[in-house]
């Protein structure tokens, strides 16, 4: 479902788990998917937002231990 593009909490409801934690545990999103995202949202944010350097800041994750940490974590 995840790989399909369903939402975490339509697979939580679909597991009938009360806490997303319990779901969290049985899904891992590979780093191509990952990366597909963020993609996204990049795209996103760069199309609906006026230009700002803090976002331009914020795009350079590659370099970012603690944010590379952060995505590891998902």
Known sequence: ???CGHAITDIK???GH???QSTMVYLHMDLTHK????KKFIQYAQSALKHDP???ELIDWDHKEDIL?????L
């Open 18 to 20: 009360e806490n997303i």
């Open 1 to 3: 479902m995840l790989s």
């Open 13 to 15: 409801i679909r597991l």
């Open 69 to 73: 940490a952060w995505l590891d974590s």
């Open 54 to 56: 803090k976002l331009d």
């Open 35 to 38: 990366r597909s995202v963020q």
